[in-house]
């Protein structure tokens, strides 16, 4: 009877030293599990960290890149235009093709006007409209020449930029100054016939 008493406990306390055994070795591979789930995570989060840094990089990149572009390609098109308004002031001054032959127009027709008696003063009409409308046609180029530097130097350029752009509005706004003159005959008045009688013998 005490032998089987004996036995039931040895087999008892070795169930109990296997309950034991597996509960530790439950809890070392819960504690290994909860280990790599905590530190899965924080690779993830590196992960992302990473990925958005190489997001914010190139986005940054990106713009960098559009920055200069933008920037060449004003500077471009504002040095074109004080190229261009420097270029319409000294037409202004030195006449241009369309000026000369819409003079040469004016005083065919002037010449007509005379010829089928439309017309009386022959200097007016032959010299004095053809005169005017050059006068007129250099205004135009010089008015333009003003409105393109004046839009140039609104914003801020290169150096060599607004400096091509003060020489062309200086020479249009010279421009408008000399057309104005001649169209108004203020340098030079319009020439006159003499007299009848003028000049003769005896008088």
Do not use: C
Request: glycine share 14%; charged share 20%; hydrophobic share 45%.
């Amino acid at each position: 009877m005490d032998t089987t008493k004996t036995e039931e406990r040895t087999d008892d306390t070795k169930a109990d030293e296997a309950k034991a055994a597996t509960g530790t070795t439950e809890a070392d591979g819960a504690s290994e599990a909860a280990g790599a789930e905590g530190k899965k995570p924080s690779g993830a989060a590196d992960a992302d960290e990473q990925h958005g840094a190489d997001e914010a990089d190139g986005e940054e990149t990106a713009d960098a890149d559009a920055a200069p572009a933008a920037t060449a390609t004003g500077s471009v098109a504002s040095g074109a235009g004080s190229v261009v308004a420097a270029g319409l002031g000294l037409a202004s001054l030195t006449g241009t093709w369309a000026g000369t032959v819409l003079a040469e127009r004016q005083t065919l027709l002037g010449q007509i006007k005379l010829q089928t008696g439309k017309a009386t003063d022959q200097i007016g009409t032959v010299y004095g409209a053809p005169w005017h409308t050059h006068a007129l046609v250099n205004a135009i180029f010089a008015l333009l020449a003003v409105v393109v530097a004046g839009l140039v130097l609104l914003r801020p350029r290169p150096t060599w930029v607004r400096a091509v752009a003060w020489g062309g509005l200086a020479l249009g706004v010279l421009g408008l100054i000399v057309s104005a003159g001649m169209y108004f005959d203020l340098f030079a008045s319009m020439p006159t016939l003499p007299k009848a009688g003028a000049g003769t013998p005896g008088s």
